[in-house]
């Protein structure tokens, strides 16, 4: 299999498992933890820099899938180098936070 398709394989199943199987983040400490996100990954209210910059708004995205990509990212599964290089600096803890804060987050429709 090539590693893309083992990517893809890993978020489906890793959707299909019962919510209860991620542990649930910390909201607050995952809005504070992803001031850095903001910049690109921006949610309601917040203005991105550079709004031409083709990226997916984070906000009401589930948990599970954003834990699920900033782990590949971690394991170099996923194709990003700034993605790559921030998830390097992310704690499990930091990314159940993270995406426990999107989750919640209005999403972005612009």
Avoid at 33 to 61: D, E, F, I
Wanted: charged share 15%; glycine share 10%.
């Amino acid at each position: 299999m090539t590693p893309k398709l083992l990517t893809a394989l890993g978020v489906t199943l890793a959707l299909l498992l019962p919510g209860a199987a991620f542990a649930q983040g910390d909201v607050q400490a995952g809005r504070e933890k992803a001031y850095t996100c903001l910049g690109c990954h921006g949610v309601s209210g917040y203005r991105n820099a550079y709004p031409s910059y083709n990226v997916p708004k984070l906000g009401g995205q589930h948990a599970d899938y954003i834990v699920s990509a900033l782990q590949a990212y971690k394991a170099g599964d996923r194709s990003h180098p700034t993605m790559q290089g921030l998830a390097q600096t992310l704690s499990e803890e930091d990314m159940q936070d993270i995406a426990a804060y999107f989750e919640q987050a209005v999403p972005n429709d612009e």
